[in-house]
């Protein structure tokens, strides 16, 4: 069974760092591009981050570039987002998802691109 599992949310003061990752069972992640998208209450889902399968090439939003860093883990099939100098409006359901290919061969913001995704894992940015 396909199946893509985020964990590591949590709590966190701004400023703060946190740590969610993407494991995936039935699939190997190296043969696919990964992208980290989240969703705020009452926003559209919007993408983070995407890693291409070939280069691992990253792509970064504009609103996370510099605080933000997407990695694999081949050996572990999981692709990790680290979070830093979080802010309240980071707070939103981060959700991972899979497509065969690179990320410049997808509309990596589009959600509409992937196949696959996982459950989410809530992350709230507060004091």
């Known amino acids: 069974q396909v199946q893509l599992v985020e964990s590591g949310g949590g709590l966190v003061q701004p400023g703060g760092s946190l740590r969610v990752s993407c494991a995936a069972s039935?699939?190997?992640?190296?043969?696919?591009?990964i992208g980290w998208f989240r969703q705020a209450p009452g926003k559209e889902r919007e993408g983070v981050s995407c890693?291409?399968?070939?280069?691992?090439?990253?792509y970064y939003a504009g609103s996370v570039k510099g605080r933000f860093t997407i990695s694999r883990d081949n050996a572990k099939n999981t692709v990790d987002l680290q979070m830093n100098s979080l802010k309240p409006e980071d707070t939103a359901v981060y959700y991972c998802?899979?497509?065969?290919?690179?990320?410049?061969?997808?509309?990596?913001?589009?959600?509409?691109?992937?196949?696959?995704w996982g459950q989410g894992t809530q992350v709230t940015v507060s004091s």
């Open positions: 039935g699939f190997t992640l190296d043969d696919y591009a």
């Open positions: 998802a899979a497509e065969v290919g690179d990320c410049d061969s997808l509309y990596y913001w589009d959600s509409r691109s992937y196949g696959y």
């Open positions: 890693i291409s399968s070939s280069d691992g090439r990253r």
